[in-house]
């Protein structure tokens, strides 16, 4: 007969959660609903947030900028692990990618990958202590969207 493990807080795919939750938020209508905030034990889910989550660097936004969502997901009391952001802005393309690529010349985020599309650019950078971020520039008619994934890997 087999043993089953008793139920724990970490049996739930949290990155998988994260992911069903930004998709919602981004398939609404940022106008259709007001400002709101939830927490689910580690989880902290915001619409039109007032502050970003910590992890995603402010060097790497551009100015002029709308917060639509946000989504965190944290590790222990004070540590985040994973990280979602997005905005909308007025910028041109060009002017986001000059703020991303001049931020990533400081040298504590390494590019390690850039793809264009016509109406889409993504970065992938590389930071100290095994972190990752991700942005995606995405163009619509008269603004752009712009989204932010942070990742650090953690041994716990």
Same mark, same amino acid.
């Given at each position: 007969?087999?043993?089953?493990? +008793?139920?724990?807080?970490?049996?739930? +795919?949290? +990155?998988? /959660?994260?992911?069903?939750?930004? #998709?919602?938020?981004?398939?609404?209508?940022? !106008?259709?609903?007001?400002? &709101? !905030?939830?927490? /689910?034990?580690?989880?902290?889910?915001?619409? #039109?947030?007032?502050?970003?989550?910590?992890? $995603? +660097?402010? !060097?790497?936004?551009?100015?002029?900028?709308?917060?639509?969502?946000?989504?965190?997901?944290?590790? %222990?009391?004070?540590?985040?692990?994973?990280?979602?952001?997005? #905005?909308?802005?007025? #910028? @041109?393309?060009?002017?986001?990618?000059?703020t991303i690529e001049k931020r990533s010349a400081l040298g504590d985020w390494k590019l390690?990958?850039?793809?264009? &599309?016509? *109406? *889409?650019?993504?970065?992938?950078?590389? %930071?100290? $202590? *095994?972190? @990752?971020?991700?942005?995606? $520039? $995405?163009?619509?008619?008269?603004?752009?969207?712009?989204?932010?994934?942070? *990742?650090?890997?953690?041994?716990?």
């Amino acid at each position: 007969m087999m043993e089953r493990k +008793p139920h724990s807080h970490f049996d739930f +795919p949290m +990155p998988f /959660f994260l992911i069903i939750i930004s #998709l919602f938020f981004t398939r609404c209508n940022p !106008s259709s609903f007001s400002k &709101e !905030s939830y927490s /689910f034990e580690r989880v902290n889910v915001s619409h #039109l947030p007032d502050r970003i989550p910590p992890t $995603i +660097p402010r !060097s790497f936004l551009p100015e002029s900028v709308h917060f639509l969502d946000s989504v965190e997901l944290r590790s %222990g009391f004070s540590n985040a692990r994973e990280s979602y952001l997005i #905005l909308e802005t007025q #910028l @041109s393309k060009e002017e986001i990618q000059n703020t991303i690529e001049k931020r990533s010349a400081l040298g504590d985020w390494k590019l390690l990958q850039k793809d264009e &599309e016509p *109406k *889409k650019t993504i970065y992938l950078f590389e %930071g100290f $202590i *095994k972190k @990752s971020l991700s942005v995606f $520039i $995405i163009e619509e008619e008269n603004r752009r969207l712009v989204k932010y994934f942070f *990742k650090k890997e953690s041994s716990y």
